[in-house]
């Protein structure tokens, strides 16, 4: 939770002041004025104070970042990958600090927050190889004594708009690919956690990457997400967020003909087939939707079952999720933090509500109150059953624990199920027949499938990304997310002494 920090809370004196990251210098903003961030487990606990960004402050981020990004640009790939290299190493030893800050700032579990930490290590040292690889292609002429291949080259400056539930993996995923190609960055994080964007520059820069090459400017999405968005000089945006906000500047950006990487919501469903090993799809089911507090793009917020085993599955569920232990992520006793702030948990909240109209609530439906939880922005697991495929809380992204149930007859109406939403970022199937496993890898409509595992989980040497309204068409991670951060330059070279005519004098008549 963010708030402006004119009205000072609890333990203020000992609360430090961070600052934005410009030019190779930690400078304050223009506007004077900060915002804090709290830890959403324990509202009393003040982390930090944040600047609070301005328009000025993003130009000059961007003109420091067009200052560096010649030099950058030139400096051999392979050396920038050793950069990168550093820099996932750094975070390898520092993973334990950076995990539990994550968990102080964000909720989610030690273990969940370690894994986010190594997430960002993975895609550090995959795209610190990419600085020797980086392939275009060589192929032949179509006339005699011509030379034809092709190159990557950086856009320029990438704008970088991260979202709070991955602190450290997105905004890795999107800024190594963007430095490795030789382009220079404008990183602002989400301001429910800029505290851990700002221990991630600080690795940044200690790793090396010269003054220039990364600027971090917190702040509002309005104010400094847009003057990023808007900045003529900003030649691609990569935002991972809510369909709304991605929605307003795929608008913006498109006005200016813009580079655009959106990452957006899901509604991602497991199918569970009648001959399903029921304990191990219970397994992934409860991973999926109640692991990070059901706030992943990926998180599981419908099963889709046959209706032979709708019951054994729902009494497994059932009897899980009553184990599960929420608070402070830090408690290693504990098994889901709280949601990140206040609005969160009202949307969490109302759509509970929602829920009680449309199917049958089975455990969970109310916020966790007991002593210790009162401060945080807690919620039980939720799943509600019986819900239709067109129901409301079996359409719209809650972002949050709530999991709803949805009966089907057989595996023709489990695809038409699954497929029934504007979202397509991740699916799964339980089965022991490989025959529907087959078909459901080519049936599913989203950009990542699993069989007989939960929804969550990709790696980081895969395309990650979504189909329909997930997002516009582009991957991260993988070698194709250096798609996002270059252009292609095709480049023939005519060592014949003589013009000669493609399409023409190569061809008769
Ligand atoms: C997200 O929630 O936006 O596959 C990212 C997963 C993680 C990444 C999730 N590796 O769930």
Redesign the pocket.
Known sequence: MTEIATQPAGRVADVQTFRHFIAGEWCESTSGATFESRNPADDRDVIGRFQQGTAADVAMAVRAAGTAQPMWQRTPAPKRGEILYAFGALMAQHKERLARAMTREMGKVLAEARGDVQ?GIDIAFLMAGEGRRMAGETVPSELPDKWAMSIRQPLGIAGVIT?W??PV??PCWKMMPALVTGNTVVFKPSSDTPHCATLLVELLAEAGFPPGVVNLVTGTGSEVGNAIVDNPDVAVVSF?GSSATGTGIAERAGRRLKRLSL?LGGKNGVVVLADADLDLATDGILWSAFGTTGQ???ACSRVIVEQAVLDPLVQRLEARTRELRLGSGLDPDVDVGPLINAAALDKVVSYVDIGRTEGELIVGGGRALDHHLATGHFYQPTIFSGVKPMDRIGQEEIFGPVLSVIPVADYGSAVLALNQTRYGLSSSIFTQDVNRAFRAMRDFETGIVYVNAGT???ETHLPFGGWKGTGNGHREAGHVALDTYTEWKSIYVDFSGRLQRAQIDNQPG
Do not use: H, L, M, V
């Open positions: 997430e979202p539930n991955f993996a997105i991972t990452e992943r793009c990926t969550t989980g990709a």
